[in-house]
């Protein structure tokens, strides 16, 4: 299994309300960009946001598995905002 | 936030833009010998921005590092930097203190405010700067 993929099964098991889009940004499967949309985020700062999602990377991040993650994390409103933003039709 | 693995750098904890302490030359710690930690402690508190980067203002050896200083730089405000990769103990006791495991952190008044991504999007929604001039918490 890719650890994109990994990664992808890993937070969606640990974060169950979460829509999750894990993607290769350089095409080594090592630096990886991360969304996270969850309204487990809905009135905690970033900094505690961020914190959440790591700590259940921690152990692919302590292994050198995965060396760079580029994360962001947004609430599901915002997510769905950010779709029709996307993709207008 | 890779992990390169360590490389020689001098000892240097650096003050930027030039204006301020040091005038842009390396300003030595008052007490490099007490434990990393106090160490670390004692750096993140001694300037209103302070930034751990790999590197330094003048060449910073990550992408990374490079990105949150051209946006603390566009601030304006004066802040100090160390080079995680010039002492192994500072860039152990890094991660222990701010309990965040990579690099480039930053610290605004002695409290950590996250790494390159929180940083560029704090930077983008313009809390970043409203932070700094203290005008607004977390």
């Known amino acids: 299994m890719s650890r994109v993929q990994n990664v992808q099964e890993l937070l969606a098991a640990r974060m169950p309300d979460a829509i999750v889009e894990v993607r290769d940004m350089t095409g080594t499967d090592d630096h990886l960009a991360v969304l996270v949309a969850s309204d487990i985020f809905i009135g905690k700062p970033l900094l505690d946001q961020h914190r959440l999602v790591m700590s259940h990377l921690q152990q692919q991040l302590d292994a050198a598995e995965v060396h760079a993650v580029r994360l962001k994390t947004v609430t599901l409103d915002s997510y769905h905002e950010r779709q029709l933003k996307e993709d207008p039709r | ?138």
């Open chain 2, 1 to 138: 936030m890779n992990d390169e693995s360590p490389r020689a750098h001098p000892f240097r904890i650096a003050s930027h833009p030039a204006a301020v302490t040091g005038n842009g030359r390396p300003v030595g710690e008052l007490e490099p010998d007490a434990p990393p930690l106090e160490r670390v402690k004692r750096m993140v508190g001694s300037a209103g921005v302070f930034l751990f980067i790999k590197g330094t203002p003048e060449e910073p050896l990550c992408g990374f590092s490079a990105n949150v200083l051209r946006i603390i730089d566009s601030l304006g405000v004066p802040y100090k930097t160390f080079d995680v990769l010039s002492d192994e103990s500072i860039r152990v006791a890094g991660k222990e203190y701010a309990d965040w495991p990579t690099f480039p952190q930053v610290y605004v008044r002695g409290e950590f405010i996250g790494g390159n991504d929180i940083v560029s999007e704090l930077a983008a929604e313009g809390g970043l700067r409203l932070l700094v001039e203290g005008h607004e918490h977390g």
